[in-house]
């Protein structure tokens, strides 16, 4: 089994509910038998920091951690990075992001 990167956008304050509602979302898609390559692979979330940036920005930051080999993130069995944004009509949201088992 390998892993593969994955991101995933939410538009929504509070990042408890954007989580599940993200991975809900993945597991119905996916269903739950695992290997998934996506967010539904995940149990749990770690906020990376609270800089809000606009969408496109906080895609490279992810992109930059994933890339550098994060602890934080660098483990398809660990929990999906999560970063904050704002969106240009000042929507706030969340992207969850990480290595998942496929």
Not at 34 to 62: L, M, N
Not at 71 to 95: E, M, S, V, Y
Request: hydrophobic content about 40%.
């Amino acid at each position: 089994m390998g892993a593969i990167t994955f991101f995933d956008i939410v538009i929504g304050d509070d990042v408890a509910k954007a989580f599940n509602q993200i991975r809900d979302e993945a597991l119905h898609e996916h269903g739950r038998g695992g290997c998934s390559g996506s967010v539904a692979e995940k149990d749990d979330y770690v906020v990376i920091d609270d800089v809000r940036r606009s969408q496109d920005s906080a895609i490279g930051c992810a992109m930059e951690l994933i890339a550098a080999n994060d602890p934080r993130i660098d483990n398809k069995w660990g929990p999906a990075g999560a970063l904050p944004f704002t969106t240009p009509t000042a929507q706030k949201g969340w992207l969850f992001f990480g290595w998942a088992n496929d």
